[in-house]
Structures are given as structure tokens and as C-alpha cells.
């Protein structure tokens, strides 16, 4: 055989780095000064090394360190210029920054998001839709503070919590905040930023009545499901349409009470007021509730199975042009996120860490994300259709070799092809010199198999 006409002159892991945006990312780190105090490890090379890890699955420093002593023919072409031993990547993880990583995902999807999405219609809404929610990655010790009850024997686990959000027309998180697993859902829902004239939905984790307010006053639709300890106030029903009403109970618009108690700490003016001993850390705290109204619309219908029960949705959609099933079937839409974090966990295994601190845990969970995203730009690039989870078992397996990644990609039989077709010419000059030619079972095989592949590749 000759020589493979599918070889780039660069490993396929070299083919995915140049997709990272390195003068950008050299911009990220000096204005971050996430190169301060480093010897020779810079922040470039410290993502290059872990992206590396989380595609290659290592589970441990020594099995990274493993895999770069096999690579020294390579290392130029990963970017670069020395062997990184476990030590230094050890305290690279320990003391480098989380925030460098976070900024360097979304940098690259502000270059790629235009690739990334979807041109079909989401379906139930016009307007661009989020998704909210949060998944739990398990620790084996309190780095990040876990939910649930202490053991009565061992120790606690830890857990950290991603609060996410994603566009409905695209795969990849637009928005990620990292805290401990004992942090509250309906906390992100006020730091989240969204454009006016969009929709959100989320699930029941996220009530906040103020939040939902001012959903409203900037013309953002949202879409989430009852508790059953809401307390509200029908004030206006709504007729169902015909074709609706073997699925739509009732669709109604209500007034929801809620009241809220927070603590606060005192402003300078009150503790000038105030009598008695003022506290070592200078800081009083005042007990407060609030109270209000909350204006929206409530739809109730049967599950998919009917004998299941039914299932009521909140939103502050109140135009009546809207129907309610609509709404429901944008709400359906909110699974995407919990398909998403399935396939996240699948393919990139966070049960092993590459270290034990905050910030080697936060750093992976980054990286993580990082491959997730260039992953979607390779599928974007590549001509024939591959599931993410076929595309990364793919590149795990061909992360070290020479085969070019996006011919391969395209047409993954190429090389098996030339073998058989060479071996179907070989077999034609022995029957031709045969004295039994009609014998020509392998002669045969081989030529279904040819045409078996091209038809494949056709489609």
C-alpha cells in the first residue's frame, strides 16, 4: 500500500488547537495578569494541556503525563515548547485563576456562535428562547459545600452546581455561574441578563415573584410550571379554542400574592439612630418582608397520559393571540437543557478531577465546556452527519494521529475502500488465470462491500 493520502502533516489534536484564538487568549491573560509569577507554564499552554486532558479522558496527572512523554514528536505542533510535568501542572490548577478559562469560553463563543445555530424554528414561540437551569456535579470531599444531611457515619460529600443557560436554537451554554450545590436556584434568575422581546423558560427551582415582575416591565416572556402552595386570585377566564380542548382544562388570568422576609444590614444613618451596643464587626442586621401582586396568565392541562393527572404553567404572556397550547409546547422545549447535561456528562466524565482545590475543579468544569463548544464547530465544518457523542469518540480515538480530521470526517470509509478495491484487483488477476472463474466468492464479498460504502456515502 502507499502512502495515506488522508495525512494533514499534523495530529488531529494539533488540527483542534488551531481553532483556539491564541492572540485573544494571550489578550484574556494579560489583563487578567494570570501569568504572574509563572515560570514557564503561561496560561496558553495551560489550556492547551488540559484541553488535551478532558479529550483524551486522562483521569489522573500521571496518565496526562503519560500521554505527553508518547507525544515528544507532536509537542510542536499542541503549541508547545516543553514537557509539562504533573508537579507544575499540579499547581497550575492550584493557583491559576478560574476567571482566565471563563473568559477565554466566552470569547471563542462570541466568534463561533455564528456557526452554531439552528435555522429550523423552534417550535410553540417566535420570539429567541432561553433555557434556565442548573446540574450537580458530585466531589468526594466538602471543596464546595454539598446539599442533604450529614452522614451519621463518614464524611459529607461535596457537590458543585453549573446554572445555566442555553438558546433553544443552539447546544451550548450561553451563560454558566459555578457555585456550591447548596446554593438556591431562584438566586441566578436576578443576575441573568436577557435581551428584550425574548423568552425564557425554567422550571419550579426558580421563583421569584420580583424577578418575574420585572420580566415583565422589560417585555421578556416567561413560561415556568405552579407550586402548589402559590396563592392566587382568578380574575378573568379564557375561552379554549375547539381543537384544543380535549388537552386544555383552562386558561385563565390570575393574580399571584406573594411575600418575601430577607435580612438587610443597617445604613449609617439608621445605626446613628439607633441605641444600645453596637456589635464588634460593625454590622446590624434588620429583619424586612415584603409583600405584592403579581399579574399572569395560568394554563392547566391533561399529561400526555391522561390517567397521569394534569399540569399547570405560569407565564406573563397575556396577549390571547397566543394560545395556550403554544405555551405548553414552549415550555416542552425546556427539556433540551437536561438532554444537553446528559450528553455533557457522557462525553466528558467529571467523576475523576485533575486536583482537589476550588479552582482545579472549576478550571476542568471550564475546559470542559471549551471542548464541548469546539466539538460544535467541527460538526458545523464537516459536510456529513455526526451525532456530538460519534464526533467525540471520533477525535478521542484519532487525538494523536495523522489522519486528517475533516477528511476523515467526511468520508470515514476512504481508506478502507483503497484496501478493498487493491484486494478486488488482485482477486480479478487470479480468476482471470483460474480454470474455475465462476468461483469468485471473495471476488464478490468485496464488490457488494464497495458498493455497499459508496451507497453510504452517497446518502
Known amino acids: 500500500m502507499g502512502k495515506d493520502s488522508t495525512n494533514s502533516g499534523i495530529p488531529v489534536f494539533g488540527e483542534i488547537v488551531k481553532l483556539l484564538l491564541k492572540q485573544e487568549i494571550n489578550t484574556i491573560a494579560e489583563e487578567l495578569q494570570s501569568d504572574r509569577y509563572t515560570k514557564r507554564l503561561d496560561s496558553y499552554q495551560h489550556l492547551v494541556i488540559m484541553l488535551y486532558a478532558v479529550l483524551g479522558q486522562f483521569n489522573s496527572l500521571r496518565e496526562l503525563e503519560l500521554g505527553f512523554l508518547s507525544s515528544a514528536t507532536r509537542m510542536n505542533h499542541f503549541g508547545l515548547d516543553y514537557m509539562v510535568r504533573r508537579s507544575t501542572l499540579s499547581d497550575a490548577n492550584s493557583r491559576r485563576t478560574p476567571e482566565f478559562f471563563e473568559k477565554v469560553y466566552y470569547k471563542l463563543y462570541d466568534h463561533y456562535k455564528g456557526c452554531l445555530a439552528d435555522s429550523r424554528p423552534v417550535k410553540g414561540t417566535k420570539k429567541p428562547l432561553f433555557i434556565i437551569d442548573s446540574t450537580t456535579i458530585s466531589l468526594f470531599s466538602q471543596v464546595f459545600r454539598g446539599v442533604g444531611r450529614n452522614p451519621i457515619n463518614g464524611q459529607k460529600k461535596g457537590g458543585i452546581k453549573a446554572h445555566t443557560v442555553i438558546k433553544a436554537d443552539e447546544d ?273 464479498e468485496c464488490q457488494r462491500t464497495i458498493e455497499a460504502i459508496k451507497a453510504y456515502t452517497n446518502d
Open 172 to 444: 451550548v451554554p450561553t451563560f454558566v455561574v459555578m457555585t456550591d450545590a447548596a446554593e438556591s436556584d431562584h438566586n441566578l434568575l436576578g443576575k441573568v441578563s436577557l435581551p428584550a422581546g425574548s423568552c425564557v423558560t425554567f422550571d419550579m427551582g426558580y421563583v421569584d415573584y420580583e424577578v418575574w415582575e420585572k420580566f415583565s416591565k422589560s417585555e421578556i416572556t416567561y413560561i415556568t410550571r405552579e407550586k402548589k402552595k402559590a396563592r392566587c386570585e382568578v380574575l378573568e377566564t379564557l375561552d379554549i379554542p375547539e381543537e384544543d380542548r380535549d388537552a386544555i382544562i383552562s386558561d385563565e388570568i390570575v393574580d399571584l400574592s406573594w411575600s418575601r422576609r430577607w435580612k438587610r444590614p443597617m445604613t449609617q444613618e439608621e445605626l446613628s439612630h439607633r441605641r444600645g451596643r453596637r456589635p464588634k464587626d460593625g454590622i446590624v442586621w434588620v429583619k424586612e418582608k415584603r409583600s405584592g401582586k403579581h399579574k399572569c396568565r395560568r394554563i392547566t392541562k391533561y399529561k400526555d397520559n391522561k390517567e397521569e393527572g394534569t399540569i399547570t404553567f405560569i407565564t406573563n404572556e397575556l396577549d390571547t393571540n397566543v394560545s395556550a397550547a403554544d405555551i405548553c409546547e414552549t415550555y416542552r422545549q425546556r427539556w433540551q437543557i437536561e438532554t444537553l447535561f446528559k450528553r455533557l456528562k457522557q462525553n466528558f466524565p467529571l467523576k475523576y478531577f485533575l486536583g482537589d482545590s476550588r479552582n482545579a475543579i472549576q478550571i476542568q468544569i471550564w475546559v470542559s465546556l471549551i471542548a464541548w463548544l469546539l466539538m460544535q464547530v467541527v460538526k458545523s465544518r464537516t459536510k456529513r452527519k455526526w451525532s456530538l457523542s460519534g464526533l467525540v469518540v471520533a477525535v478521542h480515538i484519532l487525538l494523536n494521529s495523522y489522519t486528517g480530521l475533516y477528511a476523515f470526517l467526511n468520508t470515514p470509509e476512504k481508506q478502507w475502500l483503497a484496501v478493498i478495491e487493491s484486494r478486488q484487483k488482485e482477486s480479478d488477476n487470479f480468476d482471470a488465470n483460474s480454470l474455475f472463474s465462476e468461483m469468485r466468492g471473495p471476488n464478490f
